[in-house]
């Protein structure tokens, strides 16, 4: 005989992603097809970021975390650049009193001894601001690249081992994973990646073993908190095996 669930029990809700990640993708063109110059575009792409990061409790998000500028994007213009880095000193500076009243938290990862000293001040003034909030955790990825992160995790940890503070037998994933920019988060659960390319682009290569992933056409600063929502809604019904089989 098998056993089946009883008629009366209620489905359990498709469960949502925990941890969200974002590649920002599309600025540029978004820009180009109104004829105007990139920075633009990223002008357009940094609003789009607040209705995002608000969207996140009502659909279950609890860590969001963006790409917003990789050790690769240095390689564009010089102008671009550094339009780029006023960029997002006027935006932290802008968003700084509203992330601590709406409770964000908010960190960054990537290789900061590259950015101008007022911007790194002006992030570690942010995180220090917000480190007791809870509501959303917004992590923003700035002179981030996956490989240089493993890099640096690794230069640290030989550091330790050659200190004679770790055995080199005893290193394992975990060991690894604690010397990462992202050792207070959970893994991503789902990345997305907007404007219709299908590139991971060295992007939490590490954390994203197991995650999904979406690619949406949507260029970046047209995504909007319905779009979120409707990728989320995506995920829950998706099966996640972590390289297991169906019970
Ligand atoms: C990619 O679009 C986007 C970036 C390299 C920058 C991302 C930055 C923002 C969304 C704005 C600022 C963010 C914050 C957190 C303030 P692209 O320029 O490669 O677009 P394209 O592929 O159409 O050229």
Not at 14 to 23: L, N, R, Y
Not at 26 to 45: I, S, V
Not at 59 to 71: E, R
Not at 185 to 204: H, K, M, Q
């Amino acid at each position: 005989m098998t056993t089946s669930a009883s008629p009366d029990a209620i489905p359990e809700p498709p469960k949502g992603p925990s941890h969200v990640a974002i590649i920002m993708d599309g600025n540029g063109r978004w820009a180009q097809q109104r004829n105007r110059p990139r920075l633009f575009g990223h002008q357009a792409g940094a609003r789009r970021v607040r209705e995002i990061v608000e969207a996140c409790p009502d659909i279950g998000v609890k860590y969001l975390t963006i790409f917003a500028f990789s050790t690769e994007n240095w390689k564009r213009t010089q102008i671009e650049v550094a339009g780029l880095m006023t960029l997002f000193k006027r935006y932290i500076t802008k968003e700084m009193q509203a992330f601590v009243k709406e409770r964000v938290r908010v960190r960054f990862i990537g290789d900061r001894m590259r950015l101008d000293p007022k911007l790194q001040a002006l992030m570690d003034e942010t995180e220090k601001l917000t480190a007791e909030n809870d509501r959303v955790h917004l992590t923003i990825a700035l002179n981030y690249g996956s490989r240089d992160e493993v890099a640096r995790a690794t230069k640290r940890l030989a550091r330790e081992v050659s200190a004679g503070k770790i055995e080199p037998e005893t290193v394992d994933e975990t060991t690894l994973a604690r010397f990462l920019d992202t050792h207070v988060l959970p893994d991503p659960d789902l990345v997305i990646r907007t404007s219709g390319e299908a590139r991971i682009s060295n992007f939490l290569l590490w954390q994203s073993a197991y995650a999904e992933y979406e690619f949406v056409d949507t260029l970046w600063p047209d995504f909007t908190r319905d779009h979120l929502a409707e990728v989320v809604g995506r995920y829950g019904l998706r099966e996640r095996r972590f390289g297991a089989v169906p019970a």
